[in-house]
């Protein structure tokens, strides 16, 4: 059933329309424009309610929090590029970009379960996926849930990283998602208490309809994001939550 209040105006049967007042209203109109699905679009309009009630995301003095952690929004295709170009000539700050995110997702998710006295269980672990969306990561799903395997397969669409990545360089040969596996692999560990390990299987950049990321704790023989231990240590000793500019 939609979840659009005025059914004369429901974001399925017109997105063209004027914008109007409240956020909620000029999301659906103007924002979810693209999404084509009738269930992702209920799925967006349910997370900028959450985001509107619980005011995940604020503005103070000129800084953005979400969730209470500062961040800032960055153009994707200045992102996109810096990507490609690291592809080409620096390959090893693809570990980097992994583990800085690795390691601020895993931190981040250890500091708020004890905060908010959170369960970790399924309806845990969906929430925090939304936390992509929240942040323009595309539409995230986990096709696969085995919390007692510590085992995931997550699927994204609408990655506007990979698609502008896509769009600059043109078709990438392997996954380009490197710091955006880092946060879902450290959300994991977070939430399963160890170590994970993360492959790309599908990337939209490779010409694929989705994006596709496959969790579990059994370690690969060679790792994809392979890293020199004083690098993990300063990177280790550098995000920690006492550092977190709360």
Known sequence: ECVCKNKEQCCIKSTNKKKRGSFEEYSRTFMLKDIDEHKEREQEVAIIKKIEGHQMM???????????????????????????????????????????????????VNMQIPRFGFNPDEKLFHSILEHSSMTGYGLVKARELNIPKKRAIMGVTHNTLALQYRNLFSESKSGIDHYFAGLLAGMCEGFFGEQIHIQEKECIACKSKQCVFEINARAPPKSQYPIEQRHLQVIEEKIKPQNFLL
């Open 58 to 108: 604020e503005w103070n003095n000129g800084m953005m929090l979400l969730m209470k952690l500062p961040g800032y929004i960055l153009p994707t295709n200045t992102f996109a590029c810096l990507v490609g170009l690291s592809e080409q000539k620096y390959p090893k700050i693809r570990s980097l970009l992994y583990h800085c995110a690795r390691v601020q997702s895993r931190e981040a």
